[in-house]
């Protein structure tokens, strides 16, 4: 069996009533991802067209960054530079015990 049959084969042993929770649960993750970028960006008193005048690019972009799910660690760390982070890092737990990671 190929690996889209498994997985289909998988799928369709899920009720569709998980599956709606987590897609629900995921489009809210997603809504607070973008709500933290726009709130460093508004903790940094900028707007997006200022924001944007920082990174040359547009205000679109900026938008779309502040969207997204994914996106590369530099991405991420002009955008926090030009919103006035200072020292970014990411913070993660790997078996019990807080890991920093400069950005």
Same mark, same amino acid.
């Given at each position: 069996?190929?690996? @889209?049959?498994? !997985?289909?084969?998988?799928?369709?042993?899920?009720?569709?009533? +998980? =599956?709606?929770?987590?897609?629900?649960?995921? *489009?809210? /993750?997603?809504?607070?991802?973008?709500?933290?970028?726009?709130?460093?960006?508004?903790?940094?008193?900028?707007?997006?067209?200022? /924001?944007?005048?920082? $990174?040359?690019?547009?205000?679109?972009?900026?938008?779309? =960054?502040?969207?997204?799910?994914?996106? !590369? $660690?530099?991405?991420?760390?002009?955008? /926090?530079?030009? *919103?006035?982070?200072? @020292?970014?890092? =990411? !913070?993660?737990?790997?078996?019990?015990? +807080?890991?920093? /990671?400069?950005?």
């Amino acid at each position: 069996m190929r690996g @889209n049959e498994r !997985l289909e084969q998988m799928l369709a042993t899920v009720p569709v009533k +998980e =599956i709606e929770e987590f897609e629900s649960e995921a *489009a809210e /993750l997603d809504r607070i991802h973008a709500m933290s970028l726009a709130m460093v960006r508004a903790a940094g008193k900028l707007t997006q067209v200022e /924001l944007a005048r920082e $990174l040359h690019t547009t205000q679109g972009h900026v938008s779309q =960054i502040e969207r997204r799910d994914d996106m !590369l $660690l530099s991405t991420l760390r002009s955008y /926090l530079t030009a *919103a006035g982070a200072e @020292n970014p890092r =990411i !913070l993660v737990t790997v078996n019990g015990h +807080e890991v920093e /990671l400069d950005i």
